[in-house]
């Protein structure tokens, strides 16, 4: 059975960003099951995506493919990346802090850098534009990778957990029947 695919976005239901992310899914495989976290994350909010990200994942079947687009530095240098939990699911997002609850609390095994050469989407009037990578690379690349067509080590080269993007996690504590930080 393959894996199933589970998006979040912070590109909402006003636009088709997300039926196009769909429709490059089925392109690859059509028998590939698609399912919505949120498409609701506030706009360009990293530390929302990541814990959005955390929230469901242990609901789901392991092996699940989530794909996490909430982008600020869409076109920029930042690294492109699948990630592998500790507990055996996976994470197809851009390295920015998107997977910092998620390497907290349930700790990544393995990370790999989109190799965009081998793994984006060609062919679609779009190989000049980067800004649609969530479609042209996180979308594409999951979806390959779901159907059996590329392996975990053929995403790109791996490198480091500890070299990922990480955001602050303030702890909290209570303290003079005070409760300060931000409680998860």
């Known amino acids: 059975m ?28 059509r028998s590939l099951e698609i399912f919505d976290s949120t498409h609701e994350i506030p706009k360009f909010d990293v530390w929302s995506a990541s814990y959005r ?18 982008d600020p530095g869409v076109g920029t240098s930042r690294r492109a990346c699948a990630a592998r939990t500790a507990n055996g699911y996976y994470i197809f997002t851009p390295d920015n802090g998107t997977l910092t609850h998620v ?13 965009q050469k081998r793994n984006r989407l060609r062919g679609k009037n779009n190989e000049k534009v980067a800004v649609f ?5 996180f ?13 975990f080590e053929e995403i790109g080269p791996a490198y480091s957990a500890d070299d990922t993007v ?15 930080g931000i409680s998860e």
Do not use: N
């Not at 990578?133 to 690379?137: A, E, T």
């Not at 602050?168 to 005070?178: L, N």
């Open 2 to 29: 393959k894996p199933i695919l589970v998006f979040q976005t912070d590109f909402t239901r006003k636009e088709c960003a997300v039926s196009a992310m769909y429709g490059v899914v089925k392109s690859v495989d």
């Open 166 to 180: 990480t955001l602050p996690i303030a702890d909290s504590r209570v303290r003079d029947r005070h409760a300060e």
């Open 133 to 137: 990578q969530g479609r042209d690379v």
């Open 139 to 151: 979308a594409y690349c999951a979806a390959k990778f779901a159907a059996g067509l590329i392996s």
């Open 103 to 115: 390497k907290k609390y349930l700790g990544i095994s393995e990370v790999r850098e989109i190799d």
């Open 53 to 70: 990200l955390l929230q469901p994942i242990s609901f789901w079947p392991e092996g699940t493919v989530f794909v996490s687009v909430v």
